[in-house]
C-alpha cells in the first residue's frame, strides 16, 4: 500500500508551484487563499520540510519544492489522460448495452439498422452475457433482462410481455410434432420455471414425445439448430417475430404458452447521458410495436 500525504494537499501543492500563487491556486480550486496556505503547511508537515518560501510579495519553491513539483505534475497529468478517456463515452455519446445471447441475435441486432438511420453520431457497444451483470462495477449504461414480471420494482421498466409458440422452418414439409425432432434448451435460471415442450403438449392434450427432443445448453444454440431445419423449436414470440413477418419461420398451430417480461434497466450513474436518453426512448418505442 502506498503511503501519500492527504491529496487535497498535493493538489493544493501542485496548484500553487503551478501558477507561483496562492489567490490563483485558490481560485482553481473553488476555494480561499487560506485554505491553500492551510494545506501546503500541512504537507510541509508531513514531510518534515518546506516546499514553498513565502516572500512578502510572491512566492517561490524551495530546492524541495523544485524537485516535487515536475513529478507531481506528470502524476497529475497521467490522471488527467486517464479520466479523459472515461470522459470521452459521454463525449462520443457511447452507450453500452447488456443483454442476452438471443435477444442481441434475434431481437436487437436485426433492429439496430432503424436506429442508426436515425441516430448515426450515437455509438452503441452490445455485451452479450446470459448472466446478470452489474451495470456500475461492469461501466454499463443499461440493459434489456428477461425474467417473471412479478420481479419488477421501481428501477425496471416493462417493455413487454411474451408467450411460447412453436416454430419451423417454412419451407420444410409439415409433419406432426408426434415424428419429428423437438428443439429445447435449458433454463440458466431453473427457478423461473421457463415453458416447456412437455408444458405445451399437455396443454394441447397430447402425449408428450420425450424421446423426440434435441436439447442444448443454451437458446442461441437451439435457434441456430432450428436455422439448420433440425426441428420445430418452442420460442419467444419476440425472438421470431421477424422471421415470421419475413416468411422465413412459420408457427405451427397449438396452443400458446405464457412467457416473461423484457425489462429495461437503467444504471444511475449514466441515465442522464445524451446517447444513453436516446437509445433508451428507442427502445422503449421498439417494444411498442411489438
Same mark, same amino acid.
Given at each position: 500500500?502506498?503511503?501519500?500525504?492527504?491529496?487535497?494537499?498535493?493538489?493544493?501543492?501542485?496548484?500553487?508551484?503551478?501558477?507561483?500563487?496562492?489567490?490563483?491556486?485558490?481560485?482553481?480550486?473553488?476555494?480561499?487563499?487560506?485554505?491553500?496556505?492551510?494545506?501546503?503547511?500541512?504537507?510541509?508537515?508531513?514531510?518534515? +520540510?518546506?516546499?514553498?518560501?513565502?516572500?512578502?510579495?510572491?512566492?517561490?519553491?524551495?530546492?524541495?519544492?523544485?524537485?516535487?513539483?515536475?513529478?507531481?505534475?506528470?502524476? &497529475?497529468?497521467?490522471?488527467?489522460?486517464? &479520466?479523459?478517456?472515461?470522459?470521452?463515452?459521454?463525449?462520443?455519446?457511447?452507450?453500452?448495452?447488456?443483454?442476452? +445471447?438471443?435477444?442481441?441475435?434475434?431481437?436487437?441486432?436485426?433492429?439496430?439498422?432503424?436506429?442508426?438511420?436515425?441516430?448515426?453520431?450515437?455509438?452503441?457497444?452490445?455485451?452479450?452475457?446470459?448472466?446478470?451483470?452489474?451495470?456500475?462495477?461492469?461501466?454499463?449504461?443499461?440493459?434489456?433482462?428477461?425474467?417473471?414480471?412479478?420481479?419488477?420494482?421501481?428501477?425496471?421498466?416493462?417493455?413487454?410481455?411474451?408467450?411460447?409458440?412453436?416454430?419451423?422452418?417454412?419451407?420444410?414439409?409439415?409433419?406432426?410434432?408426434?415424428?419429428?425432432?423437438?428443439?429445447?434448451?435449458?433454463?440458466?435460471?431453473?427457478?423461473?420455471?421457463?415453458?416447456?415442450?412437455?408444458?405445451? &403438449?399437455?396443454?394441447?392434450?397430447?402425449?408428450?414425445?420425450?424421446?423426440?427432443?434435441?436439447? &442444448?445448453?443454451?437458446?442461441?444454440?437451439?435457434?441456430?439448430?432450428?436455422?439448420?431445419?433440425?426441428?420445430?423449436?418452442?420460442?419467444?414470440?419476440?425472438?421470431?417475430?421477424?422471421?415470421?413477418?419475413?416468411?422465413? +419461420?412459420?408457427?405451427?398451430?397449438?396452443?400458446?404458452?405464457?412467457?416473461?417480461? +423484457?425489462?429495461?434497466?437503467?444504471?444511475?450513474?449514466?441515465?442522464?447521458?445524451?446517447?444513453?436518453?436516446?437509445?433508451?426512448?428507442?427502445?422503449?418505442?421498439?417494444?411498442?410495436?411489438?
Amino acid at each position: 500500500m502506498r503511503k501519500l500525504p492527504p491529496l487535497n494537499a498535493i493538489r493544493a501543492f501542485e496548484a500553487v508551484a503551478r501558477r507561483l500563487s496562492f489567490a490563483e491556486a485558490a481560485e482553481e480550486l473553488s476555494v480561499t487563499a487560506t485554505a491553500i496556505s492551510h494545506q501546503i503547511r500541512h504537507l510541509e508537515a508531513y514531510l518534515g +520540510y518546506q516546499v514553498v518560501e513565502r516572500r512578502p510579495r510572491q512566492i517561490a519553491l524551495t530546492p524541495a519544492g523544485q524537485e516535487l513539483f515536475p513529478k507531481l505534475q506528470t502524476a &497529475f497529468d497521467i490522471l488527467g489522460e486517464a &479520466f479523459a478517456m472515461l470522459d470521452k463515452d459521454v463525449e462520443q455519446s457511447l452507450v453500452r448495452v447488456t443483454t442476452t +445471447y438471443a435477444f442481441a441475435e434475434r431481437w436487437l441486432v436485426p433492429r439496430l439498422p432503424e436506429f442508426f438511420e436515425k441516430h448515426g453520431e450515437i455509438r452503441v457497444e452490445v455485451e452479450t452475457d446470459d448472466d446478470v451483470l452489474d451495470l456500475r462495477v461492469d461501466r454499463l449504461d443499461l440493459a434489456i433482462r428477461y425474467g417473471p414480471e412479478a420481479s419488477v420494482n421501481e428501477d425496471v421498466e416493462v417493455l413487454f410481455s411474451d408467450r411460447y409458440i412453436p416454430v419451423s422452418l417454412a419451407d420444410r414439409p409439415e409433419t406432426g410434432l408426434q415424428d419429428s425432432r423437438l428443439l429445447g434448451f435449458r433454463w440458466r435460471n431453473p427457478d423461473m420455471g421457463g415453458p416447456t415442450w412437455e408444458e405445451w &403438449f399437455k396443454e394441447a392434450g397430447e402425449p408428450f414425445p420425450s424421446d423426440r427432443i434435441i436439447r &442444448f445448453s443454451d437458446e442461441s444454440a437451439a435457434f441456430n439448430a432450428l436455422d439448420q431445419g433440425l426441428g420445430p423449436l418452442l420460442s419467444s414470440s419476440a425472438l421470431v417475430e421477424k422471421g415470421l413477418q419475413s416468411g422465413r +419461420y412459420q408457427q405451427i398451430p397449438g396452443p400458446e404458452l405464457r412467457g416473461f417480461a +423484457y425489462c429495461l434497466v437503467l444504471n444511475p450513474l449514466s441515465r442522464n447521458k445524451h446517447g444513453v436518453k436516446t437509445f433508451a426512448d428507442w427502445v422503449r418505442q421498439a417494444a411498442k410495436q411489438i
